[in-house]
Structure formats: C-alpha cells, structure tokens
C-alpha cells in the first residue's frame, strides 16, 4: 500500500511539473443529502469526510483535463441497541480522472462550469471492532463517480455535486445470527462542493 502511495504522489508531480499551463485546484464537499448501505450494518449511523486535490491541464480555452487525489474516511456504528455492537473505521485513497467545461459565460466574469470524474481506489485502511475481536482490511477495490455544474468566479467556484462510491474492504467480515457478511460501502451524495484554483 505505501509503494502506491508513493507512486500516486510521483506521478501527480510529474504530471505538475511536465505539462505547461497547469493548475492545481482544491475541491471541499458538503453533502446535503445522502443515501448510504453498508453491506453488514443495519440501522447504523455513518459519518464521512472527504477531501480533493486536482491538477487541471487545458485542452482548449474552456475544456480540461484533471488529474487528481480524494481522500475519503468513514466511521460506521451499531445502534445501542444492538447485541453484537459493531463499529468500523475506513480510509480510502483513490485517484482521479475527469475532465471540466466551462464556455459557457454569464458575464465577463462569471462563467458555468460543468466537471465529471472516475476514482479509483488506490489503497485503504478498514478497521472493524465488535464480539471482542478486532479485523484489519488486508485490501480495497471499487469505483467512486462525481459530477457537478456550477458557475465559476476568477479562481473560485461554488457547485450542486453528484457522487457515488461503491468500497470493498477485503478481510473485513461481519457475522449476525452465524451468517457472515464481507464490509462493503454503497454511499451516494447529494451537496454543495467549493473550489479554488491557484
């Protein structure tokens, strides 16, 4: 897991330091609605985090290219009253690929802007607690999928966003009534994102 990290880390450098023009924008997410299932959890509360970092390279004078990084954390807790008072804790580190649109202009200096994007988990940590033993993700695999349209301001950008993020944590079981169940996020999302380019 450290060698892809330290492999995700060199190529968004590369990627900065190689292509002329590029920008590198900051994504904060604030969902307003939210519709989540974690495969094992019934009736539990979960509460997530995210956070984006992009490199944005122009195609065109409105059209471009991102390549970027989302970290995304998760807590999951059984209710009260549950007998066998389960609570996980997930990481995920996943890369990005989108690209953006922004030609349509309201005036001279507020524009539309439209952005899409695939993730790919890269690695991950998943920690499940419950009967009295401890389980530790031995790996992470899924797909995450973000849209958005917004307008745009100089180097600020304020927009309605779409997300979906479908987790697998390898290794981490859960078992109700002697039938066990693989931990598995289903999260989508319905929000407000800010950005700013620099």
């Known amino acids: ?9 060199l190529g968004l450098l590369f990627f ?3 292509v002329f023009a590029v920008k590198a924008k900051i994504r904060f997410l604030f969902p307003v609605s939210s519709k989540s299932v974690v495969d094992g959890f019934d009736n539990s509360t979960i509460k997530t985090s ?3 970092l992009a490199f944005m390279m122009p195609l065109s004078q409105h059209t471009q290219l991102g390549l970027g990084y989302s970290y995304f954390n998760a807590r999951i807790k059984d209710p009260l009253t549950s007998s066998e008072g389960y609570s996980g804790s997930f990481r995920a580190h996943l890369l990005e690929l989108g690209a953006g649109y922004s030609g349509f202009e ?3 200096t507020i524009s539309l802007v439209f952005e899409s994007a695939v993730r790919i988990p890269v690695s991950g940590e998943g920690e ?7 389980q ?3 790996g992470i695999s899924g797909m995450g999928y973000y849209f958005s349209s917004g307008v745009e301001y100089g180097n600020l950008e304020i927009s309605l966003f779409y997300q979906r993020r479908d987790l697998s944590f ?3 079981t859960v078992t109700r009534s002697g039938q066990s169940t693989d931990v598995a996020l289903h999260i989508t999302e319905y929000g407000i994102a800010f950005g700013y380019t620099f």
């Open 50 to 52: 995210e956070f984006v």
């Open 136 to 138: 530790d993700a031995t």
């Open 1 to 9: 897991m450290k060698l892809k990290k330290i492999l995700l880390t």
């Open 128 to 134: 499940l607690q419950g009967n009295e033993t401890t």
């Open 170 to 172: 390898d290794g981490l």
């Open 106 to 108: 309201l005036t001279r």
């Open 16 to 18: 900065a330091t190689q």
